[in-house]
T-cell receptor, first 115, second 111 residues
Framework: DTAVSQTPKYLVTQMGNDKSIKCEQNLGHDTMYWYKQDSKKFLKIMFSYNNKELIINETVPNRFSPKSPDKAHLNLHINSLELGDSAVYFC??????????????FGEGSRLTVL | KQEVTQIPAALSVPEGENLVLNCSFTDSAIYNLQWFRQDPGKGLTSLLLIQSSQREQTSGRLNASLDKSSGRSTLYIAASQPGDSATYLCAVPGSNYQLIWGAGTKLIIKP
């Protein structure tokens, strides 16, 4: 029974298209995150939601829009895709915020390739 | 500004050896430190979380220690197996609710 699941696992699309990645966690956590891992394998946080409220919004183009319909779901919508958006996007969750005591649990990642 | 460094960047050892991975951080005022592993093409799996009040945590063949005053943590892997091959990352909470990540140690266990 997967704790943090994200779909799709692979996504290949053309520049200029709009795409979404969905994330769900069944751990009962109240904080969810989106991370981007680039080709150099560095993990960069993009967004974090705590109980559906946005608490971290890093310097990310506004083509990226997160949506949290409830605390178990955090989706990522990307408009007007660019070549530089190609990366692996990871969803994660924690009980409370990692800044304090929250252990972080990750999904398996969604590999986005923009052609 | 918190910085996290992991040494070595890569390590290759024969199966059965005990080994130590290192993680150092510049600001000792941390709440916790977490060790993860990442398998190729996979997500990150949490291995151990050490709270700032703890000195070590153990899970099976893994033991993580934390020395806040010296800004160091080690991950000890006993009796290594080929299945331990992965990239190991450590992370500490930074400012603005973020995790600060090390660049990782790529571990290869040779059968």
């Amino acid at each position: 029974d997967t704790a943090v699941s994200q779909t799709p696992k692979y996504l290949v699309t053309q520049m200029g298209n709009d795409k979404s990645i969905k994330c769900e966690q069944n751990l009962g956590h109240d904080t969810m995150y989106w991370y981007k891992q680039d080709s150099k394998k560095f993990l960069k946080i993009m967004f974090s939601y705590n109980n559906k409220e946005l608490i971290i919004n890093e310097t990310v183009p506004n083509r990226f829009s997160p949506k949290s319909p409830d605390k178990a779901h955090l989706n990522l919508h990307i408009n007007s895709l660019e070549l530089g958006d190609s990366a692996v996007y990871f969803c994660a969750s924690s009980q409370g915020q990692v800044f304090y005591t929250g252990e972080l649990f990750f999904g398996e990642g969604s590999r986005l390739t923009v052609l | 500004k918190q910085e996290v460094t992991q040494i070595p960047a890569a390590l290759s050892v024969p199966e059965g050896e005990n080994l130590v991975l290192n993680c150092s951080f510049t600001d000792s005022a941390i709440y916790n430190l977490q060790w993860f592993r990442q398998d190729p093409g996979k997500g990150l799996t949490s291995l151990l979380l050490i709270q700032s009040s703890q000195r070590e945590q153990t899970s099976g063949r893994l033991n993580a220690s934390l020395d806040k005053s010296s800004g160091r943590s080690t991950l000890y892997i006993a009796a290594s197996q080929p299945g331990d091959s992965a990239t190991y990352l450590c992370a500490v909470p930074g400012s603005n609710y973020q995790l600060i990540w090390g660049a990782g140690t790529k571990l290869i266990i040779k059968p």
